[in-house]
């Protein structure tokens, strides 16, 4: 069987025992270029299939009427930093007593960044909860398993192509906003460029455990249910890390051993997401933020894809 430059990156055909096991390939190129090649090839479909599906049109439509309305659903009024009062498009008038035009965008950006980190957030797991399940779904991919391409590399590919979607979209609306509310007020708050990156760490953490259970169960809804645990199981894990004193709850001996046990590895072993919530808050706010949630959250989303691949390595399809 040949694959043709889709998949291999080469228009010519090759077959599959020169393709994996050759360390030149009848294209000419190295193992290491011809990995590569299939990966960026697969972020591209990735793209092309978000598009044909309308996600990434209907996401990016959106973006953009909440870009243009972002500036003119109000005139500002500024005067000597402050700002005097706004005036609505339907003509209302509001008075702002004299709130200082960076307080103002500072709260703006901080209801973006909260309805991102929560709304955004499982709204992206679930437009690429079906991308790895797809993948290895009887039919498509039997007939993906049987091109000479490796399977780590098939999943690495898929996986970093759902990724570039939601970074792409994500990107255009932080950036696009901070952009717009800096021309209008004068204001510009870099700390709101970084809350977007810590969303993306999130999200990343929360899709590489939906990658780990797709490969696993190969249901799209089982995957989205792992991913929108992940990130809520954060919220208490943390709580309880800080919060020692819950541990008196439970009888002394084994049960409050076992507890504290259970809650301790979890924490340690999950993705920081309750951290990087309250760290996207404070970038918001323009307030200092540690980045040992993200230095934790990574390691858990580079194991969940490795083991993955392995999985993906040792099934027979």
């Known amino acids: 069987m040949s694959i043709s430059k889709e998949v291999m990156g080469d228009s010519r055909t090759v077959e599959p025992a020169h393709a994996v096991d050759q360390p030149e390939t009848a294209a000419g190129m190295t193992s ?17 299939e978000a598009r044909h599906k309308w996600t990434l049109i209907a996401t990016t439509a959106a973006t953009t009427v909440f870009l243009i309305v972002l500036p003119v659903v109000f005139n500002l009024d500024i005067v000597e930093g402050t700002i005097a009062s706004a005036r609505l498009m ?16 500072v709260r703006i950006q901080q209801v973006i960044a909260v309805v991102l980190n929560s709304f955004g957030i499982m709204l992206a797991l679930f437009i690429t909860g079906n991308v790895i399940p797809r993948t290895l779904t009887v039919g498509w991919g039997d007939l993906l398993m049987a091109q000479p391409i490796a399977r780590p590399t098939l999943i690495v590919g898929r996986t970093l192509g759902a990724i570039g979607v939601v970074t792409a979209n994500l990107a255009y609306l932080v950036l696009g906003s901070w952009a717009i509310l800096t021309w209008k007020t004068g204001f510009g708050n870099a700390g709101f460029l970084s809350a977007g990156f810590l969303i993306l760490v999130t999200y990343v953490a929360c899709y590489a455990g939906m990658v780990l259970v797709g490969v696993m169960t190969r249901s799209s809804p089982v995957s989205v249910v792992a991913g929108m645990f992940i990130w809520f199981v954060g919220v208490p894990l943390n709580g309880l890390h800080y919060y020692e004193d819950w541990r008196f709850a439970l009888r002394a001996g084994w049960a409050r051993t076992l507890g504290e046990g259970i809650v301790d590895s979890l924490y340690w072993i999950m993705p920081k997401t309750g951290e990087l919530a309250v760290g996207v808050a404070a970038a918001a706010q323009a307030e200092t933020f540690s980045l040992s949630p993200v230095l934790w959250s990574l390691p858990f989303a580079i194991g969940c894809i490795g083991l993955a691949c392995l999985w993906v390595s040792r099934q027979d399809y």
Do not use: C, H, K, N
């Open 32 to 48: 290491g270029r011809l990995v590569a090649a299939q990966i960026l090839t697969l972020i591209g479909y990735s793209f092309r």
């Open 90 to 105: 339907s003509g209302f008038e509001v008075d702002f007593g004299g709130i200082r035009v960076s307080d103002l965008v």
